[in-house]
């Protein structure tokens, strides 16, 4: 993949659109917070933080990590106790303004470096908006440097599979991938965790953190949901 770049990085450009396109596929609060979640599992692969026993977020040793993700880790060192993966994911579905916030720290780079930026459009031709734009250049970079290691021969990162489990779990894989590529990335992650080495063994962890991402999204959309049907009704 990208060395270069964050997993949140690889990410958040993965699930925008580029300048070329029109069609939307994630809400911007589901963007973030899968953006955020991305960015505790790197700090998880780099041994910033840890999961217990219980499946807890805990910082390791001091809270210091790069300055992009230093708004992350001042809410996570900050909290009163260890909170599972959903419990922060829920945290920031609900508090928009932290949310919005780390978020913005974490994009930062991308924004500066050029490799994001934001475009203008109207709401049924008009209502002013604005939404993120790719560098279609970077993002398609980011697509096949993950083609090229879940489907082809050769080693795979943590941090590749990591991306394709958290653009599964949000449902932008079908976008890039047809049903049976998807699948061999399945098969292939499976076979990796066989391998049984201490490295690998991580993967599962990552994989339940993810998990708690997607069901933490499914129950803020449901609650979402049944609030604009109270509000309407």
């Known amino acids: 993949m990208l060395t ?3 997993l949140e990085e690889e990410y958040m ?3 925008t659109n580029s300048l070329q396109s029109n069609k939307s596929h994630l809400q911007r609060s589901y963007m973030q917070v899968y953006t955020i979640g991305a960015a505790i599992i790197e700090m998880l692969l780099e ?3 840890r999961l217990n026993e219980s499946q807890k977020i805990e910082v390791i040793g001091h809270p210091m990590t790069q300055p992009s993700r230093q708004p992350l880790m001042a809410t996570i060192a900050a909290a009163k106790r260890p ?3 959903k419990e922060w994911i829920t945290y920031f579905m609900n508090h928009g303004g932290q949310r919005n916030n780390v978020f913005d720290s974490l994009i930062a780079s991308l924004q500066n470096s050029g490799l994001l930026g934001l ?3 109207k709401i049924l031709w008009l209502f002013p908006a604005t939404r993120y734009a790719a560098d279609a250049r970077n993002k398609d970079r980011v697509i096949q440097g993950l083609r090229a290691e879940m489907l082809e021969e050769g080693p795979v990162t943590l941090q590749t599979s990591s991306l394709a489990m958290l653009l599964e779990a949000s449902k932008q894989l079908k976008y890039y991938f047809s ?3 998807r699948r061999q990335m399945q098969d292939r992650l499976k076979e990796l965790q066989t391998e049984q080495s201490a ?3 991580t993967i599962v962890q990552i994989k339940k953190a993810i998990e708690e ?3 933490a999204g499914a129950v803020a959309g449901s609650v979402a949901a049944s609030t604009s049907v109270a509000t309407s009704s």
Do not use: C, F, P, S
């Open 4 to 6: 270069e770049l964050k």
């Open 13 to 15: 450009l993965a699930v």
């Open 47 to 49: 041994g910033q933080l």
């Open 83 to 85: 909170q599972k993966m």
């Open 119 to 121: 475009e203008h459009y």
């Open 179 to 181: 049903d049976y590529e």
């Open 199 to 201: 490295e690998w063994k």
């Open 213 to 215: 991402i997607e069901a």
